[in-house]
């Protein structure tokens, strides 16, 4: 008997691998073998799979040697979407007629098998459908419930099953038998930002005041730059950061297809949600664990909230009252946007490109303000300094701007004729910022300027004379370190694309170094967002 081979795909936190699922029977000892770095739920597929083939009523090459071999054999092998491959596997290489093993070329096979050969859903098909494209694949055959979602990959021919017979069935050519429905292992849990919650329901309008803020969120929307809002409590820091998606542009299909496979990668995709298409809010507790935020989890790795809110909105309230070992693993996706776990000789990497927004009081009771008229603050000099602590050191040193929110002034409140901008105003603005910015960067691997390396703004898109001049003068003089004079350069070309201006000069970088380092901005950029009425 020939060799069959069958095809999966190994995922390595969002990167798939093509496997070539490699069965031999022969003749010799009986026994299975299953060998290529197959982690114990694979192994424990001997089983599953034998048993499957048997109710399915197929036969299991029971008087032979069957040997499986993933390959490659020195990748490491997780999940239990291997079923599939293997089973139709073993039946193709059993096959004397030889018709299973042609139909299994260029298809790739995904999903879990029960005792009785029904299929059951498997979390990632969408990231491991669109690996399996990138290689040439043009098939795959996925549990019925999860067919749309692997549609959503562009030139791919999706088949949906219920069990291993109507698989088998389709490979031979035959009429495909009925089976029972496949229930969904997921619940969309997750996708709960997507529809029914508030953000749905406020706008820029709502708020008054605070034009100084709300530039700053202007200017990293458009550019995806992360800000830190910083001021006391009940002055609208929340209220800004969860107006912020009704600013942003809706995702590209590359952008979608994305944030829909980290999704699918978490095992909570809702298998009728489709692609998604706005972008993601999330808005964890500071008490949140490690996990949670940056991924891990027992048994297997899954992407957590940062990857989550990839090419959207993360907001962080509360940012010193996280624990320190979480601040400090934030550098990675604050400086390189992906996060890498690793444990024991598993490490996955997701990304998480998404928009940082952090939040703070002046102390932990929000009370504290210099002037010592207005000062209720109950904490004392040493637990307000331990508090502003966290704020300080290469972390804050990767957020691109810093604005200080102050509560609503009663004239502002009062003005009958002050009508702010509404989110969809705004929103053109800054839609047609990162159009500009598609544009500039098209056929790179980034999006928007807050993505931008700074060796490359330097040579492809430096600013004007003076103000590069000017830009060197703030590093020697010390004001500024080499990382913050790039992401003062990156925000000089947000607040030129806002503007309309072709190349970024003294007044643009003017703008940029006062986000970045929280001064006031000048009247004549706050006048651009005053009230309409």
């Given amino acids: 008997m020939a060799v069959a081979t069958a095809h999966c795909v190994a995922l390595e936190g969002a990167v798939g691998h093509l496997i070539d699922v490699q069965v031999d029977v022969s003749q010799g000892m009986v026994a299975t073998s ?9 192994n424990e597929a001997k089983d599953r799979c034998r048993t499957a083939i048997t109710n399915s009523r197929f036969t299991w090459p029971a008087t032979r040697r069957v040997t499986i071999l993933l390959s490659p ?7 239990t979407h291997f079923d599939l491959a293997i089973a139709v596997g073993v039946l193709a290489a059993a096959d004397d007629k030889n018709t299973l093993r042609e ?20 979390p990632g098909v969408l990231a491991m459908t669109m690996a399996a494209s990138a290689r040439g694949f043009r098939r795959v055959f996925v549990p019925e419930p999860q067919a749309a979602e692997a549609a959503l990959v562009p030139g791919m021919s999706v088949f949906g099953f219920r069990s291993l017979a109507q698989v088998i069935a389709e490979l031979q050519g035959i009429e495909v038998p009925e089976a029972p429905p496949v229930d969904s292992n997921t619940s969309g849990a997750l996708l709960r930002w997507q529809g029914d919650n508030r953000l749905d329901e406020v706008d820029m309008a709502d708020l008054l005041g605070m034009g100084d803020a709300r530039y700053g969120m202007e200017v990293a929307a458009a550019g995806g730059h992360h800000i830190l809002l910083t001021g006391p409590k009940g002055a609208g820091k929340t209220s800004l950061a969860e107006r912020i998606p009704g600013i942003l542009p809706d995702l590209s299909v590359d952008e979608a297809l994305e944030l829909t496979a980290i999704l699918s990668l ?65 550098r990675q996706p604050l400086e390189s946007g992906e996060v890498t776990i690793a444990r024991g000789e598993e490490t996955a990497t997701y990304p998480a490109r998404g928009m940082f927004v952090l939040a703070c009081n ?13 000062d209720r603050c109950t ?74 390396p700074g060796p490359m703004l330097r040579d492809l898109w430096p600013l004007t004379d003076e103000a590069a001049a000017e830009l060197d003068t703030t590093i020697y003089d010390g004001r500024l370190t080499r990382r913050g004079a790039t992401r003062v350069h990156r925000l000089a070309w947000t607040v030129a694309d806002l503007a309309g201006v072709e190349q970024p000069g003294a007044a643009e970088l003017d703008v940029a170094l006062r986000l970045r380092t929280g001064e006031a901005l000048p009247a004549r950029v706050l006048s651009t967002m005053s009230a309409v009425g």
């Fill in 266 to 330: 978490s095992g909570a995709l809702d298998p009728d949600q489709g692609l998604i298409r706005r972008r993601p809010f999330f808005a964890p507790h500071h008490s949140a664990s490690r996990a949670s935020l940056l991924g891990g989890g027992t048994g297997r790795v899954r992407p957590g909230e940062l990857s989550r809110a990839h090419n959207g909105v993360l907001f962080l309230d509360e940012f010193p009252l996280i624990n320190s070992d979480i601040i400090e693993a934030l």
């Fill in 103 to 122: 139909a299994l070329e260029g298809t790739v096979m995904l999903g879990e098998l029960t005792l009785d050969g029904r299929l059951r859903t498997v």
């Fill in 379 to 452: 904490c004392g000099e040493l637990k307000r300094r331990e508090y502003r602590r966290k704020l300080e050191g290469p972390v804050i040193d990767r957020i691109d701007i810093t604005r200080h929110v102050m509560p609503v002034r009663a004239h502002e409140a009062g003005d009958p004729l002050s009508r702010p901008e509404s989110s969809a105003s705004v929103r053109e603005r800054v839609v047609e910022a990162r159009r500009i910015q598609s544009h500039r960067y098209d056929g790179l691997s980034w999006r928007v300027n807050g993505q931008a």
């Fill in 34 to 42: 299953l060998v290529g770095r197959p982690d114990a739920s694979i």
């Fill in 73 to 79: 054999a020195d990748l490491p092998k997780r999940g």
């Fill in 362 to 374: 002046p102390c932990r009771c929000g009370d504290y303000a210099p002037n010592p008229a207005d």
